[in-house]
């Protein structure tokens, strides 16, 4: 089975999660609840590690509580990388789906175009954002990022939907971005801002699963790097903490019909 064809499955699981559990819920089924800010699952507390943060940060309360609910989402990016973003982020899923929808309608692609030293470029942006928002929440005692959590605001809302039948204004933050995506830059928002993507890529672990190149020579097509949606070289940059291990290069890479020539490795 081709990587996108598997992730493609997931996503559209997890989009049909975020509506089934508040309608199991109104059934007074509570074995799973909550949105992808936190979420209960039986005993088992798994929280987004952001939001965890933000929390100790502001009440300047260590809870050890707290810190075992993010034991599984930081394992998860150890071992796997940020596949969070790729795999399940419902944000991440529809961004996706307008981008198919330019490419039905043939119109222009706003997908920049691979340029030495960008990764580190948008990296920089990154980290920025996240460090100004953390000492934002610091000073003003409240979670600020949370706010702006895009994969949370989505889950919520559809949580708010099912439960009351109505949408919040927080809806309009994530419709701009939206917006933002489809007429201007594709990948926007996860490139350049995203807070709970930017902490989640420091757990990139050493050992942990990563693009890799297998063989020294290649067609050069460069297919890999047109393909990429963090605007990589995946052939030398699969271990930087932009690539989201969604798999689109390897899928793409012709080379690979005859011999591995980039693939997961861990």
């Known amino acids: ?15 049909l999660a975020i509506f089934i559990i508040p309608m199991i819920n109104l ?11 936190s979420m209960d699952i039986g005993d088992l507390a798994i929280s987004d590690p952001l939001a965890i943060f933000q929390i100790l940060l502001s009440s300047k309360i260590f809870n050890i509580t707290m810190l075992a609910a993010i034991f599984i989402p930081v394992l998860l990016m150890l071992l796997l990388g940020r596949v969070w973003c ?10 996706e ?27 920089t942006i990154r980290f920025i954002f996240l460090i100004s928002g953390l000492v934002l929440t610091g000073i003003a005692g409240i979670p600020i990022l949370n706010l702006i959590l895009t994969h949370g605001i ?7 939907l099912v439960k009351f039948g109505y ?6 933050f994530v419709i701009l971005l939206l917006l933002i995506e489809f007429f201007l ?18 757990f990139k672990f ?34 930087n903490i932009l690539c989201n291990n969604c798999g689109d290069c390897i899928d793409a890479c012709p080379d690979n019909k005859k011999i591995k020539t980039l693939k997961f490795k861990i």
């Open 154 to 160: 989505i889950s919520s809302q559809a949580l708010i």
């Open 27 to 37: 059934l007074e089924i509570y074995f799973i609840k909550g949105t992808f800010y």
């Open 167 to 172: 949408l919040t204004f927080e809806i309009v």
């Open 86 to 95: 790729s795999f399940f982020c419902p944000y991440y899923t529809i961004v």
């Open 97 to 123: 789906f307008l981008a198919w929808i330019r490419k039905k309608l043939k119109l222009k692609s706003i997908k920049p175009k691979y340029k030495k030293g960008d990764p580190s470029r948008s990296n």
């Open 206 to 239: 050493k050992k942990g699963m990563r693009v890799k190149k297998q063989v020294s020579e290649c067609s050069s097509c460069n297919m890999c790097i047109t393909v990429c949606p963090m605007g990589l070289d995946p052939q030398t940059e699969g271990d």
């Open 185 to 202: 830059i594709d990948k926007f928002w996860c490139k350049f801002l995203c807070p709970s993507g930017t902490l989640l890529s420091l």
């Open 1 to 15: 089975m081709k990587i996108r064809k598997l992730r493609k499955t997931t996503q559209i699981l997890t989009m």
